[in-house]
């Protein structure tokens, strides 16, 4: 993943500029020990947040879907941020139209959230139409992995530490969605084209979150994940 | 729930065979935008969710979840709670009402569809019209069992209002009279009344059940005094706005100019209406100055043609003026421009209306500051009276006029959504507080013209020997400003310079004494005394004014009426507590004992400046000081 956005970055003459939480870094903070709600909310909410107070953006673009989850279908496309970071989706400026009010004050920013209206087929769609490079692990190849509370998990990394009992298996998977490592699970597939991929999409009898730990951690947790600064 | 998977039984088949031939179809789907209104116990939300339940949208994940919600928190029993699928927010799950607008989404093997679910309580009325601004098509939820309500009145209202073209009256819970043709037909002749008085010409009725799926996705067999179609295949076919756009003169606002190098200039934007192909003769507004098209160019190229709903990149011919907020049109039918319009609004603010402040307005890619008159009426979402108001509050529908600070191109809303839609943006708190739509222009504002005097405000001013300028002196009631601004004037006077000092009471003897103390009325009192302040600088005049004029917007309004430099604010910075303490005239005290109401400072808010030019804190300085130090601000070091 690391190396596709290196990649991408380098071909397409942007400026790639990668933070990470020295606090969580000190501190060593993993999934495996700290639980996926530490983790998350130390390496990617305050990342994030650290990140953007760093150099004074303006304005953060994200590919957050309505279609994805439920607190997700109430987003804005222009969703402002107070000076913390916070979400307040209780005042949220109305979008009529296709007009846009991007006026903020100082210290607030906006995430821009451009494909808002899109679903995960249109993705896929737009993918294999454009012919968009997209990470291998999307793909499905055999890997070595475990089972562990319901999800497929992947141990090509030594930061895997292994449970008692388990022992890595090497099976035909893929993953529907990146988040971050391992909270994702991977789907057992064959699929190693495009067109696979999204004939498996579209078969499929699972919504593509479900892969992803951080949801489950409590009732609603994506709105309040939000509300703190999550993208 | 036997099949939960997505998509209908010859969509999966094409997709296991045949991908590519799937990804093409889809490829070729149009999409429908459109909204539902009722409310939750007409089975709104139990509509979404049968049409993504009935066209395969639910996965396994989500209908597991949405069975152990349903036991938990639904209202169904045993059975699954469709209304869960689509209540959003954890707040509003709680309080099983849905607060916002959430947009569903979902697809059959003919179109895709955005479903916007908005409240149906009149006090969502904002987020109704912010789900519908974008739809084409409306679905009016009725209970068989309840028939016409007045929020059908409203929605109906509304939805007419938003210009959507296209109604269902969907009458729900049909399973509830035993499918009673009777019932049916009683509710429809009920409605038809109903719309008539609204101005609804056109609507489709039908017979469904959310919660039993009959006429949804397939013609049910329980209605066979039914011959229309059922809510899917209407859905499916109904004709879209955007080809209809098509068929009208070429319109596209400039969203930016596309100038990478000196070789290349182009014009970017959304075509909201019409076709574009090289060679057309553009109109470039509202400058009226015509050009021919030399290039159409979309993401893939060089294009022969573009349409409505195409964000393309134009260039034209001649090296003309034109920039962002300027639209291109078809050079034979271009639309208006003005600057005084009537419109309706729909105040989504927790502040009011303040007829008479400037608000930032949006419309298309322009934007420019605006005004609005008090309101012509309020209308009565729910009986569609015309009721007399001085201002509008959330959710109010009114008619006002308004004017812009300069011309805009503009058409009515009714012959273009894009042109004649527009937002209202509070200057202070950027908060969008207005939905608009525009009727059409004054006349006095195309027949009224600016008469260019032969003398000039320089050769007045230069006669008198003097810059002119305004000092706007502001704070509290009793801070000191007519004490200060009085021995300013004076001081200037003996230096020969030709003043005039405007006094916050004598103007209200005079020019404000129709106006109260509301605020509406302290926004009108300003802008009265800038436009004042305005002509006397034209007259070469140094302005003194000494008024409470307790709210930046409006010292900010003034301030954009002068020329750069020209107006200088003058803070008097008296503590409430030490101006309360003098009390010069008594004032304080009759506001505290309930005597006079709206004071500033204590019933009515004050607005320090920020950075105003010159700050005097009387605290500190004596009233002489602050004077010499003003004169001197003005004029230099004497």
Not at chain 2, 309 to 330: E, Y
Request: with cysteine.
């Amino acid at each position: 993943m690391y190396e596709f956005r290196d990649r991408v970055a380098r071909e397409s003459g942007m400026e790639l500029i990668v933070y990470q939480n020295p606090e969580a870094k000190a501190r060593g903070i993993n999934p495996f020990e700290h639980g996926s709600q530490v983790h998350t909310d130390l390496w990617k909410t305050e990342g994030l947040k650290q990140a953007l107070d760093l150099h004074n953006f303006d304005v953060a673009f994200g590919g957050a879907r309505r279609d994805e989850e439920v607190s997700r279908a109430k987003e804005r496309v222009f969703s402002f941020r107070s000076a913390n970071h916070r979400w307040d989706p209780k005042n949220q400026r109305p979008e009529l139209w296709r007009l846009y009010n991007t006026k903020k004050a100082q210290g607030q920013s906006i995430r821009v959230f451009p494909i808002s209206n899109w679903t995960e087929l249109d993705i896929w769609h737009y993918i294999h139409l454009q012919a968009i490079p997209i990470v291998p692990l999307y793909f499905a190849a055999p890997r070595p992995t475990v089972r562990r509370d319901g999800l497929l998990l992947m141990v090509d990394d030594a930061r895997f530490p292994l449970r008692q009992g388990e022992t890595p298996v090497m099976r035909s998977v893929r993953f529907r969605t990146l988040g971050c490592y391992p909270l994702t699970g991977a789907i057992e597939s064959k699929a190693a084209t495009l067109p696979e991929v999204i004939q498996e999409t579209l078969l499929a009898s699972t919504s593509e979150r479900q892969g992803r730990a951080i949801d489950h951690d409590q009732a609603a947790s994506m709105e309040k994940k939000k509300q703190d600064g999550y993208f | 729930m036997a099949d939960t998977q997505q998509g209908s039984a010859e969509a999966r088949t094409l997709i296991a065979n045949d991908i590519d031939a799937y990804l093409q179809q889809h490829l070729h789907k149009s999409l429908l935008r459109f909204i539902t209104c009722g409310s939750v116990d007409d089975g709104k939300s139990t509509l979404i969710g049968r049409l993504l339940y009935d066209s395969k949208m639910i996965y396994e994940d989500q209908l597991a979840l949405l069975e152990a919600d349903s036991k938990r928190v639904g209202t169904q029993g045993q059975n699954i709670d469709f209304a869960l699928l689509v209540d959003g927010l954890a707040a509003e799950r709680e309080q099983g009402i849905t607060i916002d607008v959430a947009y569903r989404f979902f697809s059959t093997d003919r179109r895709k569809f955005i479903v916007a679910d908005t409240p149906g309580h009149e006090q969502y009325t904002r987020n109704m019209v912010t789900g519908a601004s974008t739809a084409d098509l409306a679905v009016i939820l009725i209970d068989a069992r309840k028939g016409v309500l007045t929020q059908t009145r409203r929605h109906s209202f509304l939805a007419h209002l938003i210009g959507i073209r296209h109604l269902v009256l969907a009458i729900n819970k049909m399973d509830l009279v035993g499918f009673d043709q009777g019932r049916f037909d009683t509710i429809v002749s009920d409605y038809r009344s109903c719309a008539d008085s609204i101005g609804i010409t056109d609507f489709l009725a039908m017979p469904i059940s959310a919660l039993t799926g009959d006429n949804i996705s397939a013609r049910s067999t329980k209605t066979p005094w039914y011959n229309g179609p059922s809510l899917i295949e209407h859905l499916e076919t109904v004709p879209l706005e955007i080809d209809a756009a098509q068929t009208r003169p070429f319109r596209m606002p400039v969203q930016w100019v596309n100038r990478p190098d000196l070789d290349f200039r182009g014009f970017s934007g959304l075509i909201c209406a019409g076709s574009v192909m090289p060679g057309d003769t553009l109109r470039v507004l509202p400058s009226g100055l015509t050009s021919l098209v030399s290039r159409v160019l979309t993401p893939d190229g060089d294009a022969l043609q573009a349409i409505a709903g195409q964000s393309v990149t134009i260039c034209l011919a001649d090296q003309i003026a034109c920039s962002r907020g300027d639209v291109l049109a078809a050079a034979e039918a271009a639309p208006q421009i003005a600057d005084q319009f009537e419109a309706t609004l729909v105040w989504m603010g927790d502040d009011q209306l303040l007829a008479g402040r400037p608000y930032w307005l949006k419309l298309a890619t322009q934007t420019v500051s605006a005004t609005i008159q008090p309101p012509k009426y309020q209308i009565n979402v729910n009986t569609m009276e015309r009721l007399a108001a001085k201002t509008l509050t959330m959710n109010a529908i009114g008619v006002c006029n308004l004017a812009t600070d300069r011309p805009i191109v503009f058409e009515s809303y009714e012959e273009n959504h894009d042109l004649g839609g527009f937002i209202l943006i509070d200057k202070l708190t950027n908060a969008t507080v207005a939905a608009g739509m525009l009727h059409f222009a004054l006349r006095r504002s195309q027949n009224v013209h600016w008469q260019a005097l032969d003398i000039s405000r320089e050769a007045r001013a230069g006669m008198k020997n003097q810059r002119p300028a305004v000092l706007w002196f502001t704070g509290l009631s009793g801070a000191g400003k007519s004490t200060i601004a009085n021995l300013v004037d004076k001081r200037l006077h003996r230096m020969n310079r030709h003043t005039f000092l405007l006094d916050g009471d004598n103007i209200r003897h005079g020019l404000s004494r129709d106006l109260g103390f509301a605020d509406a009325d302290r926004v009108e009192n300003i802008r009265r005394v800038g436009e004042v302040a305005r002509l006397m600088t034209d007259a070469g005049i140094i302005v003194i004014t000494a008024f409470i004029s307790p709210f930046s917007a409006e010292r900010q309004m003034v301030r954009d009426m002068m020329l750069p430099g020209e107006f200088i604010e003058i803070y008097v910075d008296t503590p409430l507590a030490e101006a309360e303490r003098r009390d010069v005239k008594g004032l304080y005290k009759k506001a505290r004992t309930g005597q006079l109401a709206n004071f500033t400072g204590i019933a009515s808010a004050y607005e320090p400046p920020i950075a105003a030019d010159i700050h005097i804190d009387t605290t500190k300085m004596s009233a002489e000081d602050a004077a010499a130090l003003i004169v001197e601000y003005l004029i230099g070091p004497v």
